[in-house]
């Protein structure tokens, strides 16, 4: 398992055990996470679960077999991988708020799967503002071989093309999640953290 899985499971299993302890209330949810509102400590917890949605389709992106795909499963799988690790960004950053973290981000903040993203599976008729704005196109032959990649011809620069092993930046993406999930295990547990994951 990966940090962020492992941090947030732990994080889950003690808030569970407060929230099932009949001497317990709310405010002992919120003092374990370190927030003083129950809408910080929603936030958290919505947070949480759309980590674990997400690592879950990022877990059947992995294993599934491109090349046995017809290219409209592959764009299901490409678009909907690029989009929750998007949505990955936006959990852990509302997660950093709301916990107060604010240094070690800027990874997540400027990752390559997120541009990636952007450019292919959010904005691609429309990427960029004003004289700058441009279109991309995601090559379909290129997915069934782990890559994403595609052109825009209409960039104020000519031509221009971005190209990536899907895996790769999928295996960065984690690592840098992994980096911010310590720090979030160290802002709730401090220095239990290594005895609780």
């Known amino acids: 398992m990966s940090k962020l899985d492992n941090v947030v ?15 317990k209330d709310d405010g002992d949810l919120h003092r374990f996470v370190g927030v003083d509102t ?13 980590l674990e949605d997400t690592q879950l389709a990022k877990a059947s992106f992995r294993d599934s077999r491109f090349r046995d795909l017809d290219f409209g499963a592959l764009y299901l799988f490409y678009y909907g991988l690029l989009n929750a690790c998007y949505m990955q960004q936006q959990a852990t950053l509302v997660l950093c708020r ?14 390559d799967i997120v541009n990636f993203r952007n ?13 700058e704005q441009h279109s991309f196109i995601l090559d379909r032959h290129a997915m069934r071989f782990g890559r994403v990649e595609g052109y825009s ?37 401090g220095d239990q953290l290594c005895q609780k994951i």
């Open 38 to 50: 129950s809408r910080s400590y929603n936030f958290i917890l919505d947070a949480f679960y759309l």
């Open 119 to 131: 450019s292919f599976s959010a904005h691609s008729p429309n990427r960029g503002r004003g004289n």
């Open 9 to 23: 499971q732990a994080i889950r299993s003690d808030l569970s055990d407060i929230a099932t302890n009949h001497d």
């Open 153 to 189: 011809t209409n960039h104020v620069s000519g031509h221009l093309s971005l190209q990536a092993n899907i895996f790769q930046l999928l295996n960065d993406w984690d690592e840098s999640l992994d980096e911010v999930f310590d720090l979030i295990g160290q802002r709730v547990y």
């Open 98 to 111: 709301e916990l107060g973290v604010t240094d070690g981000l800027e990874s997540i903040k400027t990752a």
